[in-house]
Each structure stands twice: as structure tokens, then as C-alpha cells.
């Protein structure tokens, strides 16, 4: 069955539509500068180069319609028209409480989705504007939300909650809920594939190092632990977002640099992590550019990155009372052997012995890079998100695949 799979955001809208079955992309682009003047939609077929066509978008509907008539155009189009889409695949970045799988979306769904506005303000109403585009565009074609969130719902209640009052929990949903949720599920399942065993078996830590980095503790096919929190704020040092902080920080830059709640958040989410410690940039190829010409807080910043990545592996094996796997996916991590290298340094304690070699060859393919009688194995796995959308949406329609 073929699945167009929609990431919509506040201003573009990245969409590929492809085979759920075997994987093939048929068709993937991204519409830009909805609402904005010179707006384009650039679009590749089966692989090929791209084709921009530049398009007046004044919202997501006129959007969505603009990607169906490229996609069904006779000059650059993949299909002859739109009942060659079996169903539609949403990513949607928060789905609190309210939803531990995918789902069909109905009105009470969208009831549902809109109820997290305030937990995910910025993606909840882009992705819910490109939901509704797609039901004006394609009545009767079914569409399914796929969660950031959904994957870490297993979480037990030690692991999610934050000792605060408990009242904050009740009234306002303060909790962990994690993110890359649908990356780190397709990821530790693929490693139980590759390495021949049940995914119920396992102990597996996912490590998704991207422009926004998240580590997940999967113990038999479930999430019981992650590092992002209420937001995607947590956990690792990121590009530009800061992580773990002491909380007493935020209060503390406040009053001194006499701030207000608006412009820490600011600083916190766009002016910290990798960037606002070497001063460089949030890209780690600028990082190890800059690190290679003696620029100290670059290392220091690719330093500290890598020994957040090991504390968390080391925590999530204590988590989970061991560790079968750590998975390396992402940007970051499935492009860069010594990133995967500093985050296993040092820890043939518990098992993990990286293969130099094996290593430092692998870039952005499947590959088992621990040492052949290493009691721990360590995969690069790069991510394929839209694919584990397709297949949800495909699962949730009851379509064979
Ligand atoms: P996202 O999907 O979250 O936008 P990606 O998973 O595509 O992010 O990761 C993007 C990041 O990957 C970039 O910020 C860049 O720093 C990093 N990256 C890509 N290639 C390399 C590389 N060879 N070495 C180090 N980092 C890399």
C-alpha cells in the first residue's frame, strides 16, 4: 500500500509518499515559506534529482493541494491521480497522556491532540493545520497520527514523574513524556533483527543523536526510560539546547542578568548546548573543523557530549540491569565514528568494546561495530522515521503490507 507520510510544520510541510511495503520512496519533498511570499515546493522522484516549483502557498490547505497536484502532475508527478493514496501518515510531535499507539484520526482524536496544544505549542497546531488540509484535500482517505511521544507511554510512573508537587502532575500534565519516540521504536526493533534474536529478549540502549539528541532504555520491546522530559529541552547537551541543568540556574540567570521568563527560555533552547559552549556553531562538522585547528571549546564542547552520551548509557544499563545493545542513530551518530567511540570509551566494565576498525568505516549504514566477542553489541542503524510512519499508518488501517 502506498502511503503519503506528512510532517507539517509552522511555515513547510515535508512530505514522502511511499511503498509501506517494501520501503520504496516514491516521491519525497518539502513545501516552504507557507503563508510567505516566494514560496516553492522542491520534490524528487524515486531518488533523482530535485524539481522546485515555485507555487503561491498563502496556507497548508492551498499547500497540501499544491503537493497533491505535484505528485499527480503528468510532468513531474509520480501517480496518475489521488486514488493511488492508500491512506495518509501524520507525524504529530505530542500526544500526552492520551496516547501510547498510533491511532485513526477521528473528531475525538483531533479533541485529543488539540488538548496538548499547551505541552507542545510550537509542533501540535502546525501538525493539526496539516491534518486538516489533508482531510479537505482527500475526504475518505484515512489518516493516522503517529506520536513523538507514543513509544515512551511504557514508562512506569518512577521513571516519568518529577519530584515536584504532585499537584503540578494532576493540573497541568508536568511529567516526562520523551520525544524521537517513532525513531527509537524502528531503530531498537531493527537491531533485533540484525542481531537474530526475539525483541522481546532484549536489552537495548538507543542513542538518536541529531540536531535534537535523545537516549532511550528499551527493556524487551518497551521504553522504561528516556532523556527528554516535558519538553525536548532535556537530557543531552544539543546543538543549541542546553539539557540537564541544575533547575536553580534558570532563576539564578534571571536576577542576574536581569531576564525575563521569555528570554531564558530563548537562551535555553537556541543560544546553549554544543553552540553556546564553543561559540562555533550547533553543526558538529564545524565542531570537529574547528576542534582540528586547536579551537579549545570546540573540543571541549564535543568533549562534553560525548561523556553526556556515556552517563547515560551507564545509567540505562543500571536502569535496566544490564544492556544487550546500544544503537547509534541519527545525523550525528550514524555519520560519526568518533562520536560513537567517546560515548563507549571506556566502558569494557560493562561489556562494550567498539571495533576501531569496524568503526571508523561505517557511515550512515547498517553495521554491527563492537568487536566480534564483544558481550554488548553496538549497531549503527540509521533512522528511517517516515518509514515506521507508513508502516504504522498501514497497521492502523488494517492493510496488509
Ligand atoms: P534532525 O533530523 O534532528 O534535523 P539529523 O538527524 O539530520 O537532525 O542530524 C543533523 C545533524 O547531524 C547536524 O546538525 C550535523 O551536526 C550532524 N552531522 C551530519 N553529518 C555529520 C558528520 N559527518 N559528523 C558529525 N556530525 C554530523
Same mark, same amino acid.
Given at each position: 500500500?502506498?502511503?503519503?507520510?506528512?510532517?507539517?510544520?509552522?511555515?513547510?510541510?515535508?512530505?514522502?509518499?511511499?511503498?509501506?511495503?517494501?520501503?520504496?520512496?516514491?516521491?519525497?519533498?518539502?513545501?516552504?515559506?507557507?503563508?510567505?511570499?516566494?514560496?516553492?515546493?522542491?520534490?524528487?522522484?524515486?531518488?533523482?534529482?530535485?524539481?522546485?516549483?515555485?507555487?503561491?502557498?498563502?496556507?497548508?490547505?492551498?499547500?497540501?493541494?499544491?503537493?497533491?497536484?505535484?505528485?499527480?502532475?503528468?510532468?513531474?508527478?509520480?501517480?496518475?491521480?489521488?486514488? /493511488?493514496?492508500?491512506?495518509?501518515?501524520?507525524?504529530?510531535?505530542?500526544?500526552?497522556?492520551?496516547?501510547?499507539?498510533?491511532?485513526?484520526?477521528?473528531? /475525538?482524536?483531533?479533541?485529543?491532540?488539540?488538548?496538548?496544544?499547551?505541552?507542545?505549542?510550537?509542533?501540535?497546531?502546525?501538525?493539526?493545520?496539516?491534518?486538516?488540509?489533508?482531510?479537505?484535500?482527500?475526504?475518505?482517505?484515512?489518516?493516522?497520527?503517529?506520536?513523538?511521544?507514543?513509544?515512551?507511554?511504557?514508562?512506569?510512573?518512577?521513571?516519568?514523574?518529577?519530584?515536584?508537587?504532585? /499537584?503540578?502532575?494532576?493540573?497541568?500534565?508536568?511529567?516526562?513524556?520523551?520525544?524521537?519516540?517513532?525513531?527509537?521504536?524502528?531503530?531498537?526493533?531493527?537491531?533485533?533483527?540484525?542481531?537474530?534474536?526475539?525483541?522481546?529478549?532484549?536489552?537495548?540502549?538507543?542513542?538518536?543523536?541529531? #540536531?535534537?539528541?535523545?537516549?532511550?532504555?528499551?527493556?524487551?520491546?518497551?521504553?522504561?526510560?528516556?532523556?527528554?522530559?516535558?519538553?525536548?529541552?532535556?537530557?543531552?547537551?544539543?546543538?543549541?539546547?542546553?539539557?540537564?541543568?541544575?533547575?536553580?540556574?534558570?532563576?539564578?540567570?534571571?536576577?542576574? /542578568?536581569?531576564? %525575563?521568563?521569555?528570554?531564558? %527560555?530563548?537562551?535555553? #533552547?537556541?543560544?546553549?548546548?554544543?553552540?553556546?559552549?564553543?561559540?562555533?556553531?550547533? %553543526?558538529?562538522? %564545524?565542531?570537529?573543523?574547528?576542534?582540528?585547528?586547536?579551537?579549545?571549546?570546540?573540543?571541549?564542547?564535543?568533549?562534553?557530549?560525548?561523556?553526556?552520551?556515556?552517563?547515560?548509557?551507564?545509567?540505562?544499563?543500571?536502569?535496566?540491569?544490564?544492556?544487550?545493545?546500544?544503537?547509534?542513530?541519527?545525523?550525528?551518530?550514524?555519520?560519526?565514528?568518533?562520536?560513537?567511540?567517546?560515548?563507549?570509551?571506556?566502558?569494557?566494565?560493562?561489556?562494550?568494546?567498539?571495533?576501531?576498525?569496524?568503526?571508523?568505516?561505517?557511515?550512515?549504514?547498517?553495521?554491527?561495530?563492537?568487536?566480534?566477542?564483544?558481550?554488548?553489541?553496538?549497531?549503527?542503524?540509521?533512522?528511517?522515521?517516515?518509514?515506521?510512519?507508513?508502516?504504522?499508518?498501514?497497521?492502523?488501517?488494517?492493510?496488509?503490507?
Amino acid at each position: 500500500m502506498n502511503v503519503l507520510v506528512i510532517n507539517a510544520g509552522s511555515s513547510s510541510l515535508k512530505y514522502q509518499f511511499l511503498n509501506a511495503a517494501n520501503g520504496q520512496v516514491l516521491a519525497r519533498g518539502v513545501a516552504e515559506r507557507i503563508g510567505l511570499s516566494e514560496a516553492f515546493i522542491k520534490q524528487s522522484l524515486n531518488g533523482g534529482d530535485p524539481t522546485t516549483l515555485t507555487v503561491d502557498m498563502p496556507n497548508h490547505k492551498v499547500a497540501v493541494q499544491e503537493v497533491l497536484t505535484a505528485l499527480t502532475s503528468d510532468q513531474h508527478g509520480v501517480i496518475k491521480d489521488m486514488s /493511488e493514496i492508500d491512506a495518509v501518515g501524520h507525524r504529530v510531535v505530542h500526544g500526552g497522556e492520551k496516547f501510547a499507539s498510533s491511532v485513526l484520526i477521528t473528531p /475525538e482524536v483531533k479533541r485529543a491532540i488539540r488538548g496538548c496544544f499547551d505541552l507542545a505549542p510550537l509542533h501540535n497546531p502546525p501538525n493539526m493545520t496539516g491534518i486538516e488540509a489533508c482531510e479537505d484535500a482527500m475526504p475518505g482517505v484515512p489518516q493516522v497520527a503517529v506520536f513523538d511521544t507514543a513509544f515512551h507511554q511504557s514508562m512506569p510512573a518512577k521513571a516519568y514523574m518529577y519530584a515536584l508537587p504532585y /499537584e503540578y502532575y494532576e493540573k497541568h500534565g508536568v511529567r516526562r513524556y520523551g520525544f524521537h519516540g517513532t525513531s527509537h521504536a524502528y531503530v531498537s526493533q531493527r537491531a533485533a533483527v540484525l542481531l537474530g534474536k526475539p525483541y522481546e529478549s532484549l536489552k537495548i540502549i538507543t542513542c538518536h543523536l541529531g #540536531n535534537g539528541s535523545s537516549i532511550a532504555a528499551v527493556r524487551h520491546g518497551r521504553c522504561i526510560d528516556t532523556s527528554m522530559g516535558l519538553t525536548p529541552l532535556a537530557g543531552l547537551a544539543m546543538g543549541t539546547r542546553c539539557g540537564d541543568i541544575d533547575p536553580a540556574i534558570v532563576t539564578f540567570i534571571q536576577e542576574k /542578568e536581569q531576564l %525575563d521568563a521569555h528570554a531564558v %527560555d530563548e537562551i535555553l #533552547n537556541k543560544k546553549s548546548g554544543v553552540f553556546g559552549i564553543s561559540g562555533v556553531s550547533s %553543526d558538529f562538522r %564545524d565542531l570537529y573543523d574547528a576542534a582540528g585547528e586547536g579551537h579549545k571549546r570546540a573540543s571541549l564542547a564535543l568533549d562534553m557530549f560525548k561523556y553526556q552520551c556515556r552517563k547515560f548509557i551507564g545509567a540505562y544499563a543500571a536502569a535496566m540491569g544490564g544492556v544487550d545493545a546500544v544503537v547509534f542513530t541519527a545525523g550525528i551518530a550514524e555519520n560519526n565514528a568518533d562520536i560513537r567511540l567517546g560515548a563507549c570509551d571506556g566502558m569494557g566494565y560493562m561489556g562494550i568494546y567498539i571495533d576501531p576498525y569496524k568503526n571508523t568505516a561505517v557511515k550512515g549504514r547498517e553495521a554491527i561495530v563492537s568487536t566480534d566477542d564483544s558481550p554488548v553489541k553496538v549497531l549503527v542503524i540509521p533512522t528511517n522515521e517516515e518509514l515506521a510512519i507508513a508502516r504504522e499508518t498501514a497497521r492502523i488501517c488494517g492493510m496488509a503490507l
